[in-house]
Structure formats: structure tokens, C-alpha cells
């Protein structure tokens, strides 16, 4: 995720949390901090555009000016990490085709969207396209090609938005170790959807959707916590200081 002051390369530290690479997926970032990527958390930003990006997340880094610009321009920021096997690739992309069926990606159920427009390296595509059924196929339109990358898009997705072609050039010395990088757009918000039951402890506990990069505004909600969380504060303090 994008930690305060970090904006100079897509980064999965933050300070309290030490994430498995199969485990970057858990939260995504928003300009003012960061949440659980459960619906109903990412719910609250949908208002604006989404980006996420998949691929070997610890392998690559996005320039300062593109992060910096990525976190201005996009109200959540996702991760989401690959092991880099086929099979993963393939569940994962038609999921994504599927935004609007049961079959959609777990982050997007009971969300209103109305279109996605994804970048990936033209090798990928097309091994992608191959491996499809050819409804998936159907449901895409070619909106750009280059010889290293394609961007298609599926549902409504009008506007003359080029910010794709500018993170293809970004990731040119990346391009093995990204899947994809896709735009996902949002109908006005209707209300939130019930959260799991982990976003519910969440929701519960914090009382936001997001645990704010301010750090007056992080101990603002540390105050509020009751004295059953005395000894797990002390426990992130502890750690914290050793890796200083």
C-alpha cells in the first residue's frame, strides 16, 4: 500500500502491519489512509474511480510522480497480489469480466458498477483470450493496443480517459511481474452494504472505514479504544520500536 511518505514506490509497509505477499489483498489505500477491502469499507469511496493492480506487488515500483498522481486521482487505491500461476491469472481476469454477476471478484459484490477498463502486457492478453469461453471474449472491446500492451474495456466506459497509457509507459521494465492494471467505474452510490463479519469487528472498533495516514487523526481513534486493547497497543509499540 501506499504508506505516508512513501509515495515514491508502491510498498506493502505500514507502520503496525507486516503483510504476507498473499495477504497484500486484505486492505487498499485512499488518499487519507487505508481500510479492510471488504465492500462494505470500500463502499464509502466509490463515488470516484477505482484502481486496482495485479501482479508480483513486491517486485515492482510505480514512480513518484505516477504514485502520487495514482492516490490524487483515484478514490481507492487496491492491490492485489499473484502467485503467478495460470490458473490464478485466468479465475482472477474472468471475475473481473464478470463485475456485475455472483461471479464477480469479492471486492466488488453488491456494488453498482458500470464499466472496467484494464491494461495488460499484449503476451497476456492474448493467452488470455485464447483461454476463454467466447461470451468472456464477446463481452470486451479493444480500446487500445501497442506492441507491449492492450487496454480493453467491458460495460460504459466513455470518457476519453488516456491515465492507462501513461501507467503502460511506467511499467515498461515491469511488465513481467504486472497481470494488470484496471479502472473501474462506479454508479452514484445507493448506501452501503452490510459488512462481513470482519469489517463488522472493524466497524465496530474503529468507527470509520479507514484508519487515517494523519497521524493526530490515528491517535484520536487509539484514544477512543477501551482498556481491552491496552495490551495489543503495547505490543504494536514494542515492535515498532525495534524496527526503528
Not at 33 to 47: E, K, M, T, V
Not at 85 to 100: G, K, P
Not at 117 to 128: D, E, N, P, V
Not at 137 to 143: A, P
Request: hydrophobic content about 35%; overall charge negative; proline content about 5%.
Amino acid at each position: 500500500m501506499l504508506s505516508e511518505g512513501q509515495s515514491s514506490s508502491y510498498s506493502v509497509d505500514y507502520p503496525g502491519i507486516r503483510l504476507h505477499r498473499e495477504h497484500i489483498e486484505v486492505f487498499f489505500d485512499t488518499p487519507e489512509g487505508f481500510g479492510l477491502s471488504d465492500p462494505w469499507n470500500i463502499s464509502h469511496f466509490l463515488s470516484e474511480k477505482t484502481l486496482l493492480i495485479r501482479g508480483q506487488l513486491q517486485q515492482f515500483h510505480l514512480s513518484a510522480h505516477l504514485a502520487d498522481q495514482a492516490m490524487s486521482t483515484y478514490g481507492v487505491l487496491h492491490g492485489n497480489s499473484s502467485n503467478a500461476t495460470l490458473w490464478q491469472f485466468d479465475n482472477w481476469h474472468r471475475a473481473l469480466v464478470h463485475f456485475s454477476s455472483p461471479e464477480c471478484l469479492p471486492i466488488f459484490r453488491e456494488q453498482q458498477i458500470r464499466g472496467i477498463r484494464t491494461l495488460m502486457s499484449t503476451r497476456r492478453h492474448q493467452r488470455f483470450i485464447e483461454k476463454q469461453p467466447k461470451f468472456i471474449v464477446k463481452l470486451t472491446t479493444i480500446q487500445w493496443r501497442s506492441d507491449d500492451w492492450v487496454i480493453w474495456t467491458v460495460g460504459d466506459c466513455q470518457d476519453e480517459d488516456n491515465s492507462l497509457q501513461t501507467i503502460a509507459e511506467d511499467l515498461k521494465k515491469n511488465i513481467e511481474s504486472v497481470e494488470s492494471v484496471t479502472q473501474c467505474y462506479f454508479l452514484p452510490n445507493t448506501g452501503h452494504p452490510q459488512p462481513g463479519r470482519i469489517a463488522q469487528l472493524w466497524k465496530e472498533v474503529i468507527g470509520s472505514p479507514i484508519i487515517p495516514f494523519d497521524k493526530t487523526k490515528r491517535q484520536e481513534i487509539i484514544a477512543s479504544l477501551d482498556v481491552s486493547f491496552e495490551r495489543h497497543l503495547a505490543e504494536w509499540s514494542r515492535k515498532l520500536k525495534k524496527e526503528v
